[in-house]
């Protein structure tokens, strides 16, 4: 677990210096972020069940939150925390890197931090998606790079995907054109949603077939 | 008559190419495309990107394509009329497809022969005719085509009636009336005249807020009717008729008429007449005096269909669904709002599929393989306003030798939320850029 804080710490020392100029005023804080998820209403998974269907969440991520096409995120077994962040992050318009964020801004415009946390709560009830294969890790999610500073993706994100740690998303049995979508966005900076661009730093050095080898690796999981 | 490279080597290997036999074509052969749209340039496009050895000619008449999907949208702002142009050069230069701009005259069926107004000869394999509508100005008493040009437009296929139209809205009177005449079934677009009501219902609220939009139908409902309604009740202070509201949510009832309303047939909204030079309508209830009138006429299969013999009394052109080959006129397809293919509507969306399914029909049939078992979706959105939008959505599918409308998922419910709308309308304004793409680009 120490060591985990201790590269978590690194990469955000480095990211100060590197995205000074990108990041917005808007940009959460580790505290302003606690706070916010600290007095988050309490969610009713019950109405989030009905939110769903009413605000047509589940027309993309599908009625039991795991997405019928892989050309939108599952959002099924995601952390709450996750979840209610990313609501939050598009009715701010923090999270508009591409046409899809503005669908989710002109939805989430119309959601109370009530009807946000039913929702993040259902979710969160679901049992996340299940594309489990053996296949073994690659070098970047257990070592990382050192080289090239690249935290080893297991020290947030879990080995395979579970997500939670240092309230990182869940991203096991996503569909890999997401988290292929999701690196891309944070590559070009067109994403900023990570707390002290920790994603940005993490996947600023990759390249195109790591990113595909992630995004698979990822999808892959349980 | 143009030959493409490709077939130029080809006739030059075997001698000359109009005594090439079929048979040496194997997998590939010659299409000619009559008509541009929606129907014609999706095909051609599908064709190449999957057969590119097969020689494509669309021969239209107009060098740029100007979309009627979306085109309300030009008469209140939302959009331009350049928007509305679509470039053939994706057509002709990625995909290798000869769009020649000409007019087609002549058909000669038994010889495979196409004749233009230039004088060209385009002989063929498949003949796909994707006209598009002729729209019938004399059905109505007093209406005519010059009419239309000059005093009382229709804009149901764009151009300059739209762009006049869209003027003589900007420069009517404050407190004036917009008087849309509604079509009968079937026609291009089934929401299409109430929902340029709304369009110009929502201009009215901000530049002519004492102007009102009145709609004469001969039909008692259109599609999206009931979205339509409710929509026009929130925004326009619209009143359902009492005998509309059942299985309606809570609606307004306001007490005073809003800026729009719409008249149907039980209560006399039928059209007889229009006298443009009173600017009048005669209906079954009476007359409407308007600043404005628009009249969406009755129509029927695009001139070209009905001159080469592929329409049926109902004057549109009968088909086989599994290939869209003419049942009147064999190795003629047609393709878009030409067809009688019920429930199939006549959309862009619908002449999208159906020009898919002939593409691969058509590659098939020239590889010497079985037809496919084909399948269709159409999904119509329209706006109540700019905001505030829904969608119809159909699967299609062949039961009993006929398309029948299949059961499919869906979530919307009339009244779900306000998201609904908000959605339907950001989806419309997406889908108005990948439709185009999808068979244009």
């Given at each position: 677990?120490?060591?985990?804080?201790?590269?978590?710490?690194?990469?955000?020392?480095?990211?100060?210096?590197?995205?000074?100029?990108?990041?917005?005023?808007?940009?959460?804080?580790?505290?302003?972020?606690r706070?916010?998820?600290?007095?988050?209403?309490?969610?009713?998974?019950?109405?989030?069940?009905?939110?769903?269907?009413?605000?047509?969440?589940a027309?993309?991520?599908?009625?039991?939150?795991?997405?019928p096409?892989?050309?939108?995120?599952?959002?099924?077994?995601?952390?709450?925390?996750?979840?209610?962040?990313?609501?939050?992050?598009?009715?701010?318009?923090?999270?508009?890197?591409?046409?899809?964020?503005?669908?989710?801004?002109?939805?989430?415009?119309?959601?109370?931090?009530?009807?946000?946390?039913?929702?993040?709560?259902?979710?969160?009830?679901?049992?996340?998606?299940?594309?489990?294969?053996?296949?073994?890790?690659?070098?970047?999610?257990?070592?990382?790079?050192?080289?090239?500073?690249?935290?080893p993706?297991?020290?947030?994100?879990?080995?395979t995907?579970q997500?939670?740690?240092?309230?990182?998303?869940?991203?096991?049995?996503?569909?890999?054109?997401?988290?292929?979508?999701?690196?891309?966005?944070?590559?070009?900076?067109?994403?900023?949603s990570?707390?002290?661009?920790?994603?940005?730093?993490?996947?600023?050095?990759?390249?195109?077939?790591?990113?595909?080898?992630l995004?698979?690796y990822?999808?892959?999981?349980? | 008559m143009?030959?493409?490279?490709?077939?130029?080597?080809?006739?030059?290997?075997?001698?000359?190419?109009?005594?090439?036999?079929?048979s040496?074509?194997?997998?590939?052969?010659?299409?000619?495309?009559?008509?541009?749209?929606?129907?014609?340039?999706?095909?051609?496009?599908?064709?190449?990107?999957?057969?590119?050895?097969?020689?494509?000619?669309?021969?239209?008449?107009?060098?740029?394509y100007?979309?009627?999907?979306?085109?309300?949208?030009?008469?209140?702002?939302?959009?331009?009329?350049?928007?509305?142009?679509?470039?053939?050069?994706?057509?002709?230069?990625?995909y290798g497809v000869?769009?020649?701009?000409?007019?087609?005259?002549?058909?000669?069926a038994?010889?495979?022969?196409?004749?233009?107004?230039?004088?060209?000869?385009?002989?063929?394999?498949?003949?796909?005719?994707?006209?598009?509508?002729?729209?019938?100005?004399?059905?109505?008493?007093?209406?005519?085509?010059?009419?239309?040009?000059?005093?009382?437009?229709?804009?149901?296929?764009?151009?300059?009636?739209?762009?006049?139209?869209?003027?003589?809205?900007?420069?009517?009177?404050?407190?004036?009336?917009?008087?849309?005449?509604?079509?009968?079934?079937?026609?291009?677009?089934?929401?299409?005249?109430?929902?340029?009501?709304?369009?110009?219902?929502?201009?009215?609220?901000?530049?002519?807020?004492?102007?009102?939009?009145?709609?004469?139908?001969?039909?008692?409902?259109?599609?999206?009717?009931?979205?339509?309604?409710?929509?026009?009740?929130?925004?326009?202070?619209?009143?359902v008729p009492a005998?509309?509201?059942?299985?309606?949510?809570?609606?307004?009832?306001?007490?005073?008429a809003?800026i729009?309303?719409?008249?149907?047939?039980?209560?006399?909204?039928?059209?007889l007449?229009?006298d443009?030079?009173?600017?009048q309508?005669?209906?079954?209830?009476?007359?409407?005096?308007?600043?404005?009138?628009?009249?969406?006429?009755?129509?029927?299969?695009g001139?070209?269909?009905?001159?080469?013999?592929l329409?049926?009394a109902?004057?549109?052109?009968?088909v086989?669904?599994?290939?869209?080959?003419?049942?009147?006129?064999?190795?003629?397809?047609?393709?878009?709002?030409?067809?009688?293919?019920?429930?199939?509507?006549?959309?862009?969306?619908?002449?999208?599929?159906?020009?898919?399914?002939a593409?691969y029909?058509?590659?098939n049939?020239?590889?010497?393989?079985?037809?496919?078992?084909?399948?269709?979706?159409?999904?119509?959105?329209?706006?109540?306003?700019?905001?505030?939008?829904?969608?119809v959505?159909?699967?299609y599918?062949?039961?009993?030798?006929?398309?029948a409308?299949?059961?499919?998922?869906?979530?919307?419910?009339?009244?779900?939320?306000?998201?609904?709308?908000?959605?339907?309308?950001?989806?419309?304004?997406?889908?108005?850029?990948?439709?185009?793409?999808?068979?244009?680009?």
């Amino acid at each position: 677990m120490r060591t985990l804080i201790l590269s978590l710490l690194v990469v955000s020392s480095i990211t100060a210096h590197a995205t000074e100029n990108v990041v917005p005023k808007s940009e959460w804080s580790a505290k302003s972020l606690r706070q916010a998820l600290e007095s988050r209403p309490t969610g009713d998974p019950l109405r989030g069940k009905d939110l769903n269907t009413q605000h047509m969440c589940a027309s993309c991520h599908g009625k039991e939150g795991i997405a019928p096409t892989p050309n939108w995120p599952s959002v099924a077994g995601q952390l709450e925390s996750y979840t209610f962040k990313m609501l939050l992050d598009y009715q701010s318009g923090a999270r508009n890197e591409d046409n899809r964020a503005n669908i989710m801004t002109a939805v989430v415009d119309m959601l109370s931090p009530q009807d946000m946390s039913d929702l993040a709560s259902y979710y969160a009830s679901l049992a996340a998606p299940d594309m489990s294969t053996t296949m073994p890790p690659p070098a970047l999610v257990t070592k990382g790079d050192p080289q090239r500073l690249i935290t080893p993706c297991a020290s947030c994100h879990g080995l395979t995907g579970q997500g939670g740690i240092k309230g990182t998303p869940a991203i096991a049995g996503q569909s890999a054109d997401t988290l292929k979508r999701a690196l891309v966005f944070y590559q070009s900076g067109e994403r900023q949603s990570d707390l002290y661009s920790v994603m940005r730093q993490a996947t600023k050095r990759l390249t195109a077939d790591e990113i595909d080898q992630l995004g698979y690796y990822y999808s892959a999981q349980n | 008559m143009i030959s493409r490279r490709n077939f130029l080597g080809m006739a030059l290997a075997a001698g000359a190419a109009g005594l090439l036999p079929l048979s040496a074509r194997a997998a590939t052969g010659k299409v000619v495309v009559i008509g541009g749209g929606v129907g014609g340039s999706t095909f051609a496009k599908y064709i190449k990107m999957n057969a590119p050895q097969i020689e494509v000619t669309i021969i239209e008449q107009n060098p740029i394509y100007i979309r009627p999907y979306g085109s309300s949208e030009v008469l209140n702002g939302h959009i331009q009329m350049s928007d509305l142009e679509v470039s053939y050069d994706a057509l002709r230069n990625k995909y290798g497809v000869n769009v020649v701009v000409d007019k087609a005259i002549g058909l000669d069926a038994d010889k495979r022969v196409v004749t233009t107004a230039s004088g060209a000869k385009f002989d063929y394999d498949r003949l796909v005719v994707s006209p598009g509508i002729e729209l019938l100005y004399n059905r109505i008493e007093g209406y005519s085509r010059e009419i239309a040009e000059t005093k009382a437009p229709s804009g149901w296929i764009p151009g300059s009636q739209t762009a006049l139209l869209r003027d003589q809205i900007r420069n009517m009177r404050q407190g004036g009336t917009f008087l849309i005449v509604a079509p009968p079934n079937p026609y291009r677009c089934p929401p299409g005249p109430d929902e340029r009501g709304a369009l110009v219902a929502e201009w009215m609220q901000k530049y002519n807020p004492t102007g009102k939009v009145i709609i004469t139908d001969p039909k008692n409902e259109f599609v999206t009717g009931q979205d339509m309604r409710l929509g026009w009740n929130r925004l326009y202070g619209y009143n359902v008729p009492a005998d509309m509201r059942e299985g309606m949510p809570a609606l307004q009832q306001h007490s005073e008429a809003g800026i729009i309303d719409w008249i149907r047939e039980v209560d006399g909204g039928r059209p007889l007449a229009i006298d443009a030079q009173k600017m009048q309508v005669e209906t079954e209830q009476g007359f409407i005096k308007a600043d404005v009138i628009n009249v969406v006429p009755p129509m029927r299969a695009g001139k070209v269909a009905t001159a080469f013999g592929l329409t049926d009394a109902s004057g549109w052109c009968p088909v086989d669904p599994y290939t869209f080959e003419s049942t009147l006129v064999s190795k003629v397809h047609v393709l878009g709002d030409s067809v009688s293919a019920s429930p199939l509507p006549k959309s862009g969306f619908a002449a999208n599929n159906e020009a898919k399914v002939a593409a691969y029909a058509i590659i098939n049939l020239f590889a010497g393989r079985e037809v496919e078992e084909p399948s269709w979706e159409n999904t119509c959105y329209a706006l109540a306003g700019k905001d505030y939008g829904f969608m119809v959505i159909g699967v299609y599918g062949m039961r009993d030798g006929k398309i029948a409308n299949l059961p499919r998922p869906g979530f919307q419910t009339l009244d779900v939320s306000d998201t609904k709308h908000r959605l339907a309308a950001v989806y419309q304004q997406a889908w108005m850029k990948s439709f185009t793409e999808d068979s244009f680009l």
